[in-house]
C-alpha cells in the first residue's frame, strides 16, 4: 500500500467535511446541529472483492483482501457519512448470488485481484456494472491482463470510475464522489423569486427526475417576514461575531446596515432549517430585505450553499463540488486578458473559507456592493499561488471545465468586490471555445462560472463517469 502523502491526507480530510454527521467541519457542524440542520443517512458502497488470491500464478496474496477490508474502514471513519456492506470474494461465492444484494445501494466499489486473460472476473464484472449502479474499479499493477477490458464499460456509456494504480488512497478519492448523487436525491434548494439559468435547470420537475433534487419556491415576502421575525438583538451578536470583530477594515458600510444583513442570514437560515433545505438560490439577492452577499457568504462557510442571482447551474455546480470535495465556490463574473493569459475573477459574493468549513477564514474587507454602491458586500483577499477549478453544470447534463492558479489579488474599480487574476493554459483558447460549443442562454447564463480551490480535473472525469454526465473542457 502507498503511503498517504501530506497533501493527499488533507485532501481526504476536508473531503469528509461538507455534511452535517462527519461532512461538515467540526465548528459549523457544532453549529449545524444546534440551529437543527437535517442530517442525513450514510453512502451505502458495497464492496465485492472479484479473482482468485493464494496461487502463485497472476494473483494477489491471501492476506491483502483483509488489509483492504481494514482501509476501508479507515475510510468509513475519517469520511463519517460512508457505510461499506458486502465484502464476497467472487469466487468461490457466485456473482448471482451477489446482485440480489445490491438493491438499494448507492454505488459499487468492485477490486479486481486477478485474472490472466480477464475470464471468469470479467464476465463477473460485466454483471455487476450492467446493473447501472456508480461501480469504481480497483485494479492494480499484476494483477492480470483483465484491465484491457474495462475501458470498453466507459466506451459503452456504463457508470464506472477506473482506478488502474497501485496508490491506495485512491479510494479515498473515488468514494468521495460516490457521494454527490445520493446526496443529491436528498437535496432540497430554496429558490427566491424564480430560477434563473439553462431551461433545464430551471424546470424543477427535470431536476426531480434527473438527480432528484427538491425546488422549494420561496416569495421575496416570505425572505421580508422571515427578516422582520429576527430578534434585533440577536442580529447584533451575530454581526458582531462574525463580521465586524473580524474584518480587516469596513469601509462604506455603518453598523447598522451590516446588522442588517446578519439579520438577513438568520432569516435565511430559519427558512432553510424549517424547509430541511441545504442550500438556497435568489434572483432578489439584489433587492430588500438586504443584499444577500454576507447570508451567502455564511452558508458557503458553514457548508452549505448560498448562491446569488437565482443562477440553477451555479448552484448544482456548488453542491456537486461540495459533496464531492468540501469546498464552496465562488460565483465570478469573468473577464479575458490574453496579454497576461490570464481569466480575471469577480464578484460581490464570496465565502471566506475556501479551503471548506474546516479551515481558516480568508482576510475580508467589508465593501458596500460595487454596482449600486449600497448594502454590504465583502473583498476576500485569496491565496496566491492557489491552483483552482473552473466550471459550472449546465443543461443537467454537462460540466464544462477548466483549470488554473490564482497569481494576483487586484482591486480595480470596474469590477466587483473581490477581484483575482488566474493564469489559464491558453487564455486565447478559452475566450475562442467559451461555453464549449455547448452552452446557450442570457448573458448571466453564458457569464457565470464557479471558482473552486483545487485541481479537480481528473476527479470531476471520474465524476462524470460514475454519474453519466458529459465533461467539456473549455480551455
Not at 413 to 431: G, N, W
Request: aromatic share 8%; charged share 20%.
Amino acid at each position: 500500500m502507498s503511503n498517504l502523502t501530506r497533501r493527499q491526507f488533507f485532501g481526504v480530510t476536508a473531503a469528509g467535511g461538507i455534511l452535517i454527521g462527519g461532512q461538515m467541519g467540526m465548528a459549523s457542524a457544532q453549529e449545524a446541529r444546534e440551529a437543527g440542520w437535517p442530517e442525513l443517512p450514510p453512502v451505502k458502497i458495497y464492496k465485492v472483492f472479484i479473482g482468485r488470491t493464494g496461487d502463485i500464478y497472476m494473483s494477489r496474496p491471501t492476506e491483502e483482501i483483509g488489509k483492504l477490508n481494514d482501509y476501508l474502514a479507515g475510510i468509513e471513519k475519517k469520511f463519517g457519512d460512508v457505510q461499506f456492506l458486502g465484502g464476497e470474494t467472487v469466487p468461490p461465492t457466485e456473482v448471482e448470488k451477489v446482485l440480489p444484494n445490491l438493491n438499494g445501494v448507492d454505488g459499487v466499489l468492485l477490486f479486481h485481484l486477478s485474472g490472466h486473460g480477464g475470464g471468469a472476473p470479467r464476465e463477473a464484472m460485466d454483471k455487476i456494472v450492467d446493473t447501472g449502479i456508480p461501480t469504481a474499479v480497483f485494479s492494480q499493477p499484476f494483477s492480470g491482463h483483465g484491465w484491457m477490458y474495462f475501458p470498453q464499460w466507459q466506451k459503452a456509456g456504463k457508470k464506472v470510475a477506473l482506478l488502474a494504480t497501485s496508490d491506495w488512497s485512491e479510494l479515498d478519492r473515488v468514494v468521495g464522489l460516490m457521494r454527490v448523487a445520493p446526496r443529491l436525491r436528498q437535496t432540497r434548494i430554496l429558490v427566491v423569486r424564480g430560477p434563473m439559468g439553462t431551461a433545464a435547470a430551471c424546470s424543477a420537475e427535470q431536476i426531480k427526475t434527473r438527480w432528484g433534487a427538491d425546488i422549494v419556491p420561496i416569495t421575496v415576502e416570505d425572505t421580508l417576514a422571515a427578516h422582520k421575525a429576527v430578534d434585533l438583538k440577536e442580529a447584533e451578536a451575530e454581526a458582531e461575531k462574525y463580521w465586524i470583530s473580524c474584518a480587516k477594515q469596513i469601509v462604506e458600510p455603518t453598523r447598522d446596515e451590516i446588522i442588517n444583513s446578519a439579520r438577513f442570514y438568520l432569516a435565511v437560515k430559519k427558512l432553510m432549517i424549517d424547509n430541511g433545505a441545504h442550500a438556497i438560490t435568489s434572483s432578489n439577492c439584489m433587492g430588500d430585505p438586504a443584499k444577500g452577499c454576507l447570508a451567502f457568504s455564511k452558508l458557503c462557510d458553514m457548508g452549505l450553499v448560498g448562491a446569488c442571482e437565482g443562477d440553477m447551474d451555479s448552484t448544482l455546480t456548488m453542491l456537486i463540488f461540495r459533496y464531492a470535495f468540501g469546498v464552496p465556490g465562488f460565483i465570478t463574473d469573468p473577464v479575458f486578458d490574453t496579454a497576461r493569459n490570464a481569466l480575471i475573477h469577480f464578484h460581490c459574493t464570496c465565502a471566506t473559507k475556501m479551503d471548506g468549513p474546516g479551515g481558516e477564514r480568508r482576510p475580508f474587507i467589508i465593501r458596500t456592493q460595487t454596482d449600486s454602491g449600497r448594502g454590504v458586500s465583502l473583498d476576500v483577499e485569496m491565496r496566491i499561488g492557489q491552483p483552482v477549478t473552473c466550471a459550472k453544470f449546465i443543461n443537467l447534463d454537462t460540466m464544462l471545465i477548466s483549470t488554473g492558479k490564482i497569481t494576483e489579488v487586484t482591486h480595480d474599480k470596474l469590477a466587483c468586490r473581490t477581484q483575482f487574476v488566474t493564469e489559464v493554459p491558453d487564455a486565447r483558447k478559452m475566450f475562442l471555445n467559451w461555453g464549449g460549443g455547448v452552452l446557450e442562454g442570457d448573458v448571466m447564463t453564458l457569464l457565470h462560472r464557479v471558482v473552486f480551490y483545487g485541481d479537480h480535473m481528473q476527479s470531476i472525469r471520474d465524476l462524470g463517469g460514475l454519474m453519466g454526465f458529459r465533461v467539456v473542457e473549455e480551455a
